[in-house]
């Protein structure tokens, strides 16, 4: 059996769903389930997502996975389309599109389609990254109103790039950008995505879009009483595979980086960057075996990586040990590393199991 896999508890993913409903009442729910549902599964997670507005994927390979994998849910592409004849695609699966560059809405004109599309119009708040400028906004709106291919009325969405820094004035001033561009011809309007529903109840509108909460992960730097009821979705394992004396002076791993500095045991973990645990991972960096904390020592390598256990531990060959997950946050994990948890989430590689459990 394979015993480096990522648990996938279904329990924790609906409880974070009711608290993030229970955050924002009043909205509907697209889940966002891009890069492969932050790593948890996309297919089973859109699944196991029910009573929510819809599904929210970056590209349309995802799309047309859930759809052939007889997922019926609304789905919208965050990333919009960039080829012409991907229209017709869009119909055919029944997706709706973000428009965010006036290349798309070119095409939306061009196009012969056999119904018209669902479009969220996106405005730039401030990411500049995607969407339309505040200036050119009204006469884009204007021109899709016109458009026989397009499905009225059109809604608009917009990102934040700083909602997860709490002290920072900036996502007020987005929030009342926004807002002046809500108005009766418009049809659902987004703006929130986990940052946003958690700390700006003012940026809740008609549809939250909660990524990196759902999955029980806090989006925000610091620590903060924000994201207390939610639950973590993804615990990392895998088991000891040797359990060796060290004598003082003694390396371990490749380079021979990290030398023993009184004799101790060295624990070897059945988990390397071969299963996308990162190599750059620090010494220090914190894992979680029999209950303590232990840290990482010498080079993650591809299916291995050594921990300290102490000269009077009592591990032994097959413990459990968490890489993070249940007992560890994968934020403090990524912390040591100099990266985010979704970071660490994503980059999964195939090789680990997912095990899912309710
Ligand atoms: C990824 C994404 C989200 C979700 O972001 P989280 O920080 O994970 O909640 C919401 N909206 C858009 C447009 C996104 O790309």
């Known amino acids: 059996m394979n015993f480096v896999r990522a648990l996938i508890n279904l329990k924790a993913l609906k409880h974070n769903l009711s608290v993030l409903q229970a ?22 997670v859109a699944q196991t997502l029910d009573n929510i507005y819809g599904l929210g994927v970056a590209r349309i390979n995802e799309a047309i996975m859930l759809r052939t994998r007889g997922i019926t849910k609304d789905i919208l592409l965050l990333e919009g389309f960039i ?40 405005l730039d708040i401030g990411m500049h990254r995607l969407g339309f400028r505040p200036e050119e906004f009204h006469a884009v709106l204007k021109r899709l109103i016109d458009c026989p291919n397009v499905e009225k009325p059109i809604n608009i969405l917009g990102h934040f790039n700083c909602a997860d820094e709490l002290e920072n004035p900036i996502t007020h001033q987005q929030i009342t950008l ?5 108005s ?31 999955y029980g992960v806090s989006p925000f730097v610091g620590k903060t009483d924000k994201c207390q009821q939610l639950k973590p979705v993804m615990t990392l394992k895998s088991k000891l595979i040797a359990v060796r004396h060290h004598l003082k002076g003694e390396s371990v791993g490749y380079g021979a980086d990290w030398v023993a500095q ?10 390397g960057y071969g299963d996308g645990y990162p190599r750059m991972a620090p010494q ?66 195939p090789r680990v199991d997912l095990q899912y459990h309710d």
């Open 178 to 182: 926004f807002k002046k561009y809500i």
């Open 284 to 349: 220090g960096t914190p894992i979680l075996i029999n209950s303590r904390i232990v840290s990482l020592i010498g080079r993650v390598s591809m299916d291995m990586l050594t921990v300290d256990l102490g000269l009077n531990c009592t591990d032994k060959v097959g413990d459990d040990a968490i890489l993070w997950g249940d007992g560890l946050s994968v934020n403090d994990v990524a912390k040591h590393i100099g990266t985010i948890g979704y970071e660490l989430m994503t980059k999964l590689t």
């Open 83 to 122: 080829n012409p004849l991907d229209l017709s695609v869009l119909v055919f699966y029944n997706l709706q599109t973000v428009i965010h560059c006036s290349e798309q809405v070119d095409f939306l004109f061009k196009a012969t389609l056999i119904k018209p599309l669902k479009i969220w119009l996106k």
């Open 184 to 214: 009766e011809d418009i049809g659902s309007v987004s703006l929130a995505n986990s940052a946003g529903i958690l700390a700006w109840p003012d940026s809740h509108l008609d549809i939250i879009r909660p990524g990196v909460a759902l």
């Open 23 to 44: 955050a924002a009442p009043k909205s509907k729910i697209l889940a966002v389930i891009k890069g492969n549902a932050y790593g948890h599964g996309m297919v089973e």
């Open 262 to 271: 009184s004799d101790c045991k060295v624990g070897v973990v059945a988990m």
